[in-house]
Structures are given as C-alpha cells and as structure tokens.
C-alpha cells in the first residue's frame, strides 16, 4: 500500500523481514511431515515450513510494489523447501539463517514459540546490522511504513500470533518507533484488515 514511498534499499530490506514474519510462527515439517508424523523413514535434513496462503499472496503484493517480478521472487523464497540444492539456499537468506538457528536446538523444541521468538530475534538483528554496514540512511517516515506494512502481512492469516507480536515489537525497538506509534499502527491496520475481510464476505455472498 505505502512502500512506494521507501527508497529502493529500504524496500530490499523489508522484503527481507516480511518474509521473516511470514515463517516466523509457521509450523515446521520434516521431509513434508509434522513433528506428530514423524518415522524412522523421515529425512530430518528437509527442513520446511507449512506455506500459509494468505501470507504468500501478500508477500507477491509486496514484491510487485518494490517493483520485482512476483512469481520470479516467490518462487525464489520457495525453491529451497522443495530441494535441498545449494542453489536454493543461495535463493533465500533469510529461510538459510532462520534454519540454520533451528537446527541447534533439538528438534522436539523447534516448534516451541519461545524458541521461534529467540531465532527469529537473532535473525531480525542480523538484518538490522546491515543498516550500518550498508550504511542505509531512513527516512522518518520509512521505519513506520515498514511496521504498518508488517501488521498487514501478520494479520492476513486472520490473528497476530504471540512469535509475530514479539517480533514485531523487537522490530520497533530496533529501528525505535515509539511505543504509541506501535499501537496507533496496529490499530489502523486491524481497521483496514477488518474492512477488507468484511468486503470479501460480501463479494462472495
């Protein structure tokens, strides 16, 4: 909706920490099956999460706004989870660091949101440390952008889940958006959730 008003750089950035959220909280598989489907068979080295669609079809909106070829991007976010090719892992930095940090806690915790919040923090900070050594300089309007834009991605499932809300909030502090910001936002995009799942029911009556 609002990131044509985020410099290209920026908009690199978000893309990057939208698709964060998105897996954030999604349920993990192995091998294409559940922690509760899990046989001696399962290859426990193909790791993926459970795509929610919602959140995809936001995400294409979001690379068609930052002017990149939708299917092009998301099919790059997703190639690593149907191989295990390096050439998918060099598609998708964020999916190979949040991975990565899963893969040292055992595997009976990995759905656990307490330690989906811890990972996703660490990845979130990385993130943000390529602000200055990229030296990217925002805009005061930017980081807001950013956070509203967030809200939507998180609500598109229906609720922002307790991992989402942490991040989110981690996300505010690091790039210091203060606290009424937060709340103001989130209240203008509930509305706008709101609105819009209100005019789908009554296009499909």
Same mark, same amino acid.
């Given at each position: 909706?609002?990131?044509?008003?985020l410099?290209?750089?920026?908009?690199?950035?978000?893309?990057?920490?939208?698709?964060?959220?998105?897996?954030? $909280?999604?349920?993990?598989?192995?091998?294409?099956?559940?922690?509760?489907?899990?046989? #001696? $068979?399962t290859?426990?080295?193909?790791?993926?999460?459970?795509?929610? =669609?919602?959140e995809k079809?936001v995400?294409?909106?979001?690379? +068609?706004?930052?002017?990149k070829?939708?299917?092009?991007w998301? #099919?790059?976010?997703f190639?690593? +989870?149907?191989?295990?090719a390096?050439?998918?892992e060099?598609?998708?930095?964020?999916?190979?660091?949040?991975?990565?940090?899963?893969?040292?806690?055992?595997?009976?915790?990995?759905?656990?949101?307490e330690?989906?919040?811890?990972?996703?923090?660490?990845?979130?900070?990385?993130?943000?440390?390529?602000v200055?050594?990229?030296?990217? =300089?925002?805009?005061?309007?930017?980081p807001?952008?950013?956070?509203?834009?967030?809200?939507?991605?998180?609500?598109? &499932?229906?609720?922002?889940?307790?991992?989402? &809300?942490?991040?989110? +909030?981690?996300?505010?502090?690091?790039?210091?958006?203060?606290?009424?910001?937060? $709340?103001?936002?989130?209240? +203008?995009?509930? #509305?706008?959730?709101?609105?819009?799942?209100k005019?789908?029911?009554?296009?499909?009556?």
């Open positions: 909706m609002f990131l044509h008003l410099s290209d750089d920026c908009q690199d950035l978000f893309l990057k920490i939208a698709h964060l959220v998105s897996i954030s $909280d999604n349920t993990l598989l192995w091998d294409g099956k559940t922690e509760a489907e899990l046989t #001696g $068979d290859n426990l080295q193909k790791v993926a999460v459970k795509e929610v =669609e919602q079809a995400l294409a909106q979001f690379a +068609r706004e930052c002017g070829d939708a299917d092009e998301i #099919g790059g976010l190639v690593e +989870r149907m191989s295990i390096a050439f998918g060099e598609m998708d930095e964020v999916w190979v660091a949040f991975k990565k940090k899963l893969k040292s806690i055992p595997l009976g915790k990995q759905n656990d949101p330690e989906r919040i811890a990972v996703s923090f660490s990845v979130l900070e990385k993130l943000h440390a390529t200055e050594e990229d030296e990217i =300089e925002f805009l005061p309007a930017e807001k952008v950013m956070l509203y834009e967030l809200f939507l991605l998180a609500l598109a &499932d229906g609720d922002i889940s307790s991992v989402e &809300d942490a991040l989110l +909030r981690k996300f505010a502090d690091l790039f210091q958006i203060e606290e009424f910001l937060y $709340d103001d936002l989130l209240e +203008r995009a509930q #509305g706008m959730n709101h609105e819009a799942v005019a789908l029911s009554i296009i499909l009556e």
